[in-house]
């Protein structure tokens, strides 16, 4: 698993990336056991219960092969990512969904990259290790599944003896002609046999298409991406030079030099670093004051005793207000990390007035972030919920994590590295999180409540199976709503509820038919429930 050899500079990329690799006896076996395993368990078939069971043997193979004493065993984040591997695998078979598809590929990704190079600390250059890996195990493959070096010798060996059998055969097939011809009962059992014979020969080539040879070589090559290493230095190198922390740098002054310093440079340094603490004090007193005045007019319009006025463009005070709101606060970070990326965290003159104000900033900042919330949640509250809209959540919740480590930037002199280490953190939490949730049926519940007028039943409809439930229980509440299903380019097709109920008894017998269809692997818990349940 690691370079037994120096590289040969002539050697093509191939052979260079074939020889970082030492296979073992059980990499050997592995190999070949998990493509069959995952033809087995992917072709033709959706993801669930087949992504639990190929992510547990893969982890299992993975782990086997290092002992116990590794150094990747020490590592805290191999631990988180392997917990969320298996755990996301879980989900997959019991959910079926999106996220947990995407949780799960993204944790085994990380886990291997981390057990690749343990001193890893970003779960993106942990993905970017795996990457990498995956690349070079690639193109090594074919030159570890070529032939071995003595098969001439063995191919001579073999036709010796085949013509050494030339003979007997040929004899063989003589007395079987005359056992034919003079037994009548040999020749009933012989056409038998011929005739099984071509029935599975049949039914074996009727079998063999070149979509599945393709397949299973792409699951050849996925098997032996995650099974095997070529160690990546490149992104644990890069990482080794950045600190948790923001380091003071001197301006070229040498404390032991025997040359006099400078002192006109630290005279122009020190005025160079008080013009950047004026500018970053001017910038951040004068938005500060208009972020207040934006702020007191969201308080007052949304915070407290919103109503929606009729003919209020609702959509435009959503999806506009929303993305530019977002753009100001990204826009807001990104000018504090850049006045605190330096010497400024240790002006002593100003850094009090400087923290000051950018704490003030950060907070308003957060204020800022909640507004946008509630125009998010009046927009769910009249017009129901959606994927973008809980995105527009999750995402308000990093923003919010992310605003409260810029804080730790500001009053422990954090590194941009470290903040981009938590937050990386915060966003594979909120991965897992989306893929711990039956956000779809919560979904369809909350938009059929009696309260919701509009509703996009096509919407609905196209959500997975285990929806279906939910949508046959409140079948009788239709008559309620107006129900309606927005086209993609924007526009609405109103339902009427015969209509919604013919479209729903129709979804209702595809779901029957594909379920008596699907094989063990495709099986996922909710599904498996909602079929018991209709």
Same mark, same amino acid.
């Given at each position: ?173 003589l007395f079987h002609v005359l056992f034919v011809v003079a037994n009548p009962q ?78 006109? #440079?630290?005279?122009?340094? $020190? /005025? ?8 970053? *004090?001017? +910038? &951040?007193? %004068? ?125 422990? #002199?954090?590194?941009?590295? $470290? /903040? ?8 594979? *939490?909120? +991965? &897992?999180? %989306? ?100």
């Amino acid at each position: 698993m690691y370079p037994t050899s120096l590289l040969n500079s002539a050697a093509t990329p191939n052979e260079a990336a074939a020889s970082k690799l030492a296979l073992t006896t059980l990499q050997k076996l592995a190999m070949p056991v998990g493509a069959l395993l995952f033809d087995l368990l992917f072709w033709q078939e959706r993801a669930g219960l087949n992504m639990l069971l190929y992510t547990v043997v893969v982890v299992l193979a993975t782990a086997a092969g290092r002992p116990h004493y590794a150094p990747q065993w020490r590592s805290g984040y191999a631990w988180l990512l392997l917990l969320g591997t298996l755990g996301s695998a879980v989900l997959v078979a019991w959910y079926g969904s999106g996220a947990a598809i995407l949780a799960c590929w993204v944790s085994l990704a990380g886990w291997l990259g981390y057990l690749n190079q343990p001193h890893l600390r970003l779960v993106s250059n942990a993905l970017l290790t795996a990457l990498v890996n995956a690349a070079h195990v690639l193109m090594a493959l074919p030159m570890l599944v070529r032939m071995p070096t003595n098969v001439s010798g063995q191919l001579g060996r073999f036709w010796f003896y085949a013509r050494l059998l030339v003979v007997p055969l040929i004899t063989l097939f003589l007395f079987h002609v005359l056992f034919v011809v003079a037994n009548p009962q040999y020749e009933a059992l012989s056409e038998r046999a011929l005739a099984a014979l071509s029935e599975w020969l049949v039914a074996l080539f009727s079998r063999f298409s070149l979509a599945h040879v393709l397949f299973f070589v792409a699951g050849l090559a996925l098997t032996a991406a995650v099974l095997l290493f070529v160690p990546v230095h490149y992104f644990a190198d890069r990482e080794s030079r950045f600190g948790e922390f923001v380091q003071r740098k001197r301006d070229q002054v040498a404390s032991f030099s025997v040359r006099r310093p400078d002192f006109r #440079r630290q005279e122009r340094g $020190s /005025l160079d670093l008080r013009k950047e603490f004026l500018v970053a *004090a001017g +910038l &951040l007193g %004068l938005v500060n004051v208009l972020l207040l005045v934006v702020n007191i007019i969201d308080v007052n319009w949304i915070w407290f005793g919103f109503v929606r006025e009729p003919g209020f463009d609702l959509t435009q005070f959503v999806h506009e207000g929303t993305y530019v709101l977002i753009f100001s606060i990204l826009v807001a970070m990104s000018i504090l990390l850049w006045f605190f990326r330096r010497n400024l965290n240790f002006y002593r003159p100003g850094l009090p007035l400087l923290r000051v104000l950018a704490t003030v900033w950060v907070l308003q900042n957060a204020v800022l972030a909640v507004s946008v919330g509630l125009r998010n949640y009046y927009y769910i509250l009249y017009t129901g919920l959606a994927y973008k809209r809980l995105g527009v959540c999750f995402f308000l919740l990093l923003v919010l994590f992310g605003l409260g480590t810029l804080l730790l930037k500001i009053w422990q #002199r954090r590194s941009a590295f $470290s /903040l981009v280490r938590l937050n990386s953190l915060a966003a594979y *939490a909120v +991965l &897992l999180l %989306l893929a711990a949730g039956n956000w779809e049926v919560w979904i369809a519940r909350y938009n059929l409540r009696p309260a919701l007028r509009n509703v996009d039943y096509g919407f609905l409809l196209a959500m997975p199976d285990r929806v279906l439930p939910t949508l046959v229980a409140h079948e009788g509440e239709l008559g309620q709503h107006q129900l309606q299903h927005e086209i993609y380019d924007g526009t609405h097709q109103f339902l009427s509820e015969a209509d919604a109920r013919t479209r729903l008894h129709k979804r209702l017998r595809q779901f029957r038919a594909q379920q008596q269809q699907r094989h063990w692997p495709s099986y996922t818990w909710a599904d498996w429930q909602a079929y018991q349940a209709l």
